[in-house]
């Protein structure tokens, strides 16, 4: 596998060698995800708010057949994120206010997709307007030991796990890297959004596993950007005290890395002496973030995994859990089992 690959696609674990192998997505009930909003519907405005269950389709796919029935643009439908094709997703969308009342389209289904509710909203939904995810998944012909699975996540739900961007970032095999050198003027906004997330997430990924492999993913360090747990807020370590290794431990506050942009990165010391590195050794895209106008943004390095459950079935293991926004189910798994899985779009 190339370098740029390698990083972006089979970053090193923070916990061990995965305990065993196992299959994902046999059937796409076994990857269960649903949103949640974080915030109630206005029951009044221009917009409906609409929550959907989707069965192998993808997220875009349901947009577009959701403008159909309303008689709008597939621009004008919201949603806050794209969720994976091969799965079972409740996701909340928005279309116009048409013809067509609440109660018509909480009775609107077809075979890929059912209107689960229905109600008046003030705008339209936002992409990144959810507080995370909840996730049931189950990982089929694995022969992982009960004894050594439950020690494997009680640490992951003590320590969390690196917050690496999944593969499905990076598009099948890696193919959004493979256009990195395209002229991004030639491309749909879609595509060109793909490749941009993808340069990004291959950047970040890079700095993530050099402080993976010194350890450092879990502490702050002076000259850090320290971020708080499950917000987008961060702020500048200066110095490190008792408090702030107190609050690091317990996943109060976790460092961050950087989401490339113009400019230099805004943290100091060791961290930004890494990430220059980091950036230096992907310079095409680094460069290609920077003439696209974006701007250095931050990312939590950990990810912390809430209400972390697991059980046994006859020929499968079911793990449940809930993570914030922008984070990926299958860097949780990855910490656990070597998977056979075919990723398609990406969780947010």
């Given at each position: 596998?190339?370098p ?10 923070a ?6 192998s ?9 990857f269960?995800v649903?949103?949640q909003?974080g915030f109630?519907?206005?029951g009044?405005g221009?917009?409906?708010l609409l ?7 993808n ?13 709008c643009?597939?621009?004008d439908?919201?949603y806050?994120?794209?969720k ?5 997703a ?12 609440p109660n018509?389209w909480?009775?609107?289904e077809?075979g ?6 229905a109600?008046r909203h003030?705008r339209?939904?936002?992409r990144g307007a959810?507080a995370?995810?909840r996730?049931v998944i189950r990982i089929?012909?694995?022969a992982?030991d009960?004894?050594a ?6 640490i ?5 796990v ?12 890696g193919s ?6 395209q002229?991004?003027?030639?491309l749909?906004?879609?595509e060109?959004?793909?490749i941009?997330s993808?340069a990004?997430s291959?950047?970040?990924?890079a ?5 993976v492999?010194d ?13 708080l747990?499950?917000r987008?807020?961060?702020?500048r370590v200066e110095a490190?005290?008792?408090t702030?290794?107190?609050r ?11 989401l ?25 895209a680094?460069e290609?973030l ?8 931050r ?13 046994r079935?006859?020929e499968?293991?079911v ?5 914030s926004?922008?984070a ?14 075919d990723?398609e779009?990406?969780s947010t």
């Amino acid at each position: 596998m190339e370098p740029c690959l390698d990083a972006a696609l089979d970053p090193p674990r923070a916990h061990g060698a995965p305990l065993g192998s196992g299959t994902l997505r046999a059937e796409p009930e076994d990857f269960l995800v649903e949103e949640q909003l974080g915030f109630e519907a206005a029951g009044a405005g221009q917009h409906v708010l609409l929550k959907v269950r989707k069965r192998n389709a993808n997220t875009q796919w349901i947009a577009r057949e959701l403008a159909r029935a309303c008689g709008c643009r597939p621009g004008d439908v919201g949603y806050a994120g794209l969720k994976d094709r091969r799965a079972v997703a409740i996701q909340w969308f928005t279309v116009p206010q048409s013809r067509l009342s609440p109660n018509d389209w909480a009775s609107m289904e077809s075979g890929e997709y059912q209107v689960l509710e229905a109600h008046r909203h003030s705008r339209k939904l936002p992409r990144g307007a959810l507080a995370g995810n909840r996730f049931v998944i189950r990982i089929r012909d694995t022969a992982v030991d009960d004894a050594a699975l439950a020690s494997r996540l009680a640490i992951i739900e003590r320590r969390g796990v690196p917050n690496y961007f999944g593969p499905q970032r990076f598009g099948r095999g890696g193919s959004n890297l493979k256009r990195l050198s395209q002229d991004m003027r030639t491309l749909k906004p879609d595509e060109r959004g793909f490749i941009l997330s993808a340069a990004r997430s291959l950047v970040f990924n890079a700095v993530l596993a050099e402080r993976v492999g010194d350890g450092s993913w879990e502490r702050i360090e002076p000259g850090d950007l320290a971020n708080l747990d499950g917000r987008a807020s961060h702020f500048r370590v200066e110095a490190v005290d008792e408090t702030l290794e107190e609050r690091c431990a317990r996943l109060d506050i976790h460092p961050t890395g950087p989401l490339w942009g113009r400019g230099s990165p805004p943290s100091g010391g060791r961290a930004l002496e890494l990430e220059q590195r980091v950036a230096a050794d992907f310079s095409a895209a680094c460069e290609l973030l920077a003439r696209a106008g974006m701007e250095q943004e931050r990312r939590s390095l950990r990810l912390t995994v809430h209400d972390l459950k697991w059980r046994r079935e006859s020929e499968a293991i079911v793990v449940e859990f809930r993570l914030s926004r922008g984070a990926y189910a299958t860097t949780v798994l990855g910490e656990v089992f070597a998977l056979d899985a075919d990723y398609e779009e990406s969780s947010t």
